[in-house]
């Protein structure tokens, strides 16, 4: 399975498995820094950077944001 960047620590270290498949959710962890976030498959959108429907809210314990696996956007809203 491919890494993503983490939006954390900005390593190539970041992966997905999903947790329950009726709740919609997707766990999100670094294997590097430890940093977890979930996201809502939902929310998925268009990125206003790279035009990519790959932009996905992820949550974690501290706040939600805007995150693209495309092209590694965040945008806090
Ligand atoms: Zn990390
Ligand atoms: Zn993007």
């Not at 809502?40 to 268009?46: H, I, L």
């Not at 429907?53 to 590694?72: A, F, H, P, Q, V």
């Amino acid at each position: 399975m491919a890494t993503q960047i983490c939006p954390k620590c900005k390593k190539d270290s970041f992966s997905w498995h999903i947790d329950d498949e009726r709740s919609g959710l997707t766990d999100w962890s670094c294997y590097r820094c430890g940093y977890q976030a979930k996201e809502n498959e939902k929310d998925e959108s268009f990125c206003d950077n790279c035009s990519k429907k790959m932009r996905s809210r992820l949550k974690d314990i501290e706040t939600e944001y805007w995150w693209c696996s495309g092209c590694n956007k965040i945008t806090q809203e």
